[in-house]
């Protein structure tokens, strides 16, 4: 089974600034035969379901903001919210659908 | 705009079988490459996805629950079910269910199950 792994488990940020949170996989789930990394990005806030951000580890949804953006291939990847928002504050989960499916731990974003 | 509503007993005696229904409107279950799935979350931990079913009626499982878990649908209903026997409290958790296959982008609003005596 592929095991994700998130960093930093929580972290704070000013409004206006950016936040990184990094996962990885214990495994590569970049399919060779497409090019792809199997990754996607969810937000989550209290009390509420998980929201689909971006998949295909960089490509955003519609209707999700621009300031969040996704990188990384192989086991390496960052979602990056540039400037964060007061809304922003969520937990954010890893998701790899590579070989099954699996979820980081999660990555609880605050406001400093 | 595809809505889902899950359903069932809130509470479940330890070595019984957690039944759970979803409800799905605004899209049918039957259409072409549709996928349904679920994903539980315990209290304050990560989510875990169960498995789906899709739009022929095919399942596919989270290994390590195969033996436990049964996913099925009601095309006239426009529902899905869910089945997970011999429940202990490790299977205390928020249950959703969402549409995709590899990926999610519509989900319910969950349904707290709890496990105890």
């Known amino acids: 089974d592929i095991v994700m792994t998130q960093s930093p488990d929580s972290l704070a940020v000013s409004v206006g600034e950016r936040a990184t949170i990094n996962c990885k996989s214990s495994?590569?789930?970049?399919?060779?035969?497409?090019?792809?990394?199997?990754l996607a990005w969810y937000q989550q806030k209290p009390g509420q379901p998980p929201k689909l951000l971006i998949d295909?580890?960089?490509t955003r949804k519609s209707g999700v903001p621009d300031r969040f953006s996704g990188s990384g291939s192989g086991t390496d990847f960052t979602l990056t919210i540039s400037s964060l928002q007061a809304e922003d504050v969520a937990v954010y989960y890893c998701q790899q659908y590579y070989s099954s499916r699996s979820f980081g731990p999660g990555t609880n974003v605050d406001i400093k | 705009q595809v809505q889902l509503q899950e359903s069932g007993p809130g509470l479940v005696k330890p070595s019984q079988t957690l039944s759970l229904t979803c409800a799905v409107s605004?899209?049918?279950?039957?259409?072409?490459?549709?996928?349904w799935s679920w994903i539980r979350q315990p209290p304050g931990k990560a989510l875990e996805w169960l498995g789906y079913i899709d739009y022929r009626g095919n399942t596919f499982y989270k290994s390590s629950l195969k033996s436990r878990l049964t996913i099925s649908r009601d095309t006239s209903k426009n529902q899905i079910s869910l089945e997970l026997s011999s429940v202990t409290a490790a299977d205390t958790a928020v249950y959703y269910c969402?549409?995709?296959?590899?990926?999610?982008?519509?989900w319910g609003q969950g349904t707290l199950v709890t496990v105890s005596s």
């Open positions: 295909w580890a960089s």
């Open positions: 605004g899209g049918s279950i039957s259409s072409d490459d549709s996928h």
């Open positions: 495994q590569s789930i970049l399919y060779s035969s497409n090019n792809k990394n199997y």
């Open positions: 969402a549409r995709g296959e590899l990926t999610w982008d519509y």
